[in-house]
Each structure stands twice: as C-alpha cells, then as structure tokens.
C-alpha cells in the first residue's frame, strides 16, 4: 500500500489500516484518510478527517477494535481523527471572548 510518500510494507498494518478506514466511512461517508510514519510514538499514523462538531465520536467508532490491535496484534498503529480546517476555524471564530477595551481607573 502506498499512500503519499510512504509505502506500508508491513501487510498487516495494511490490512488494519484499511479495516479502520471501513469502519469510519460506514458512519461518516466522507471521511478522508492519510497515513504518515511517526516517532512519538514510533508507528504508523492514519489521520481521518471529518466534517463532525467532536471527533471523539469519530474515535468510539475505533477505539476498540484501535486497543485490539495494538495491544494484541502488537501493531504500532495510531488514529488520529480531525476535523477540515475550514471547521476548525470556524470553531476557533466564534469560541474565541469579544475582546473588549479594558480602561483602568487607576492613575499613573
């Protein structure tokens, strides 16, 4: 499997990335993916966008089968699941306080 500039070389992290993939795009059709190779920690990363308000839903749909194989299968495999950056913006916008002028009475 190539993905990007990374060729996954090891078939059973292919076939656990593209399980991952299944299980995500079964609730969230228009998820995309990207994988990397990290070291912190050392591992393969598979990165899932999706246009969702709190990807920690995206992460229960995972979570068990993402425990499973890493602590079973011993494959160092992580998730990452993020939301496109024209959400995240939009979220950053308007959580972010007005900020109002603060005038102090105190004289100096």
């Keep these: 499997m ?5 060729t996954i ?12 993939q ?10 995309t993916f990207e994988v990397s190779q ?9 990165w899932a966008t999706v246009d969702v308000d709190d990807t920690d839903h995206v992460m229960d749909v995972v979570v068990d089968r993402l425990l ?12 990452i699941p993020v939301q496109p950056v024209e959400r995240a913006l ?3 916008r308007t959580s ?5 002028r603060v005038v102090s009475s105190a004289a100096w």
Excluded at 9 to 20: F, G, K, N, Q, S
Aim: net charge negative; charged share 30%.
């Design 2 to 6: 190539s993905t990007g500039d990374i």
């Design 9 to 20: 070389v090891d078939p059973r992290i292919e076939r656990a990335i593209v399980e991952l």
């Design 22 to 31: 299944e299980m995500v795009q079964r609730k969230y059709p228009t998820a």
């Design 38 to 46: 990290g070291d912190d920690p050392v591992g393969t990363y598979l």
């Design 68 to 79: 499973h194989l890493q602590v079973e299968e011993r494959l160092p495999l992580h998730f």
């Design 90 to 92: 939009q979220v950053l």
């Design 96 to 100: 972010r306080p007005s900020r109002s």
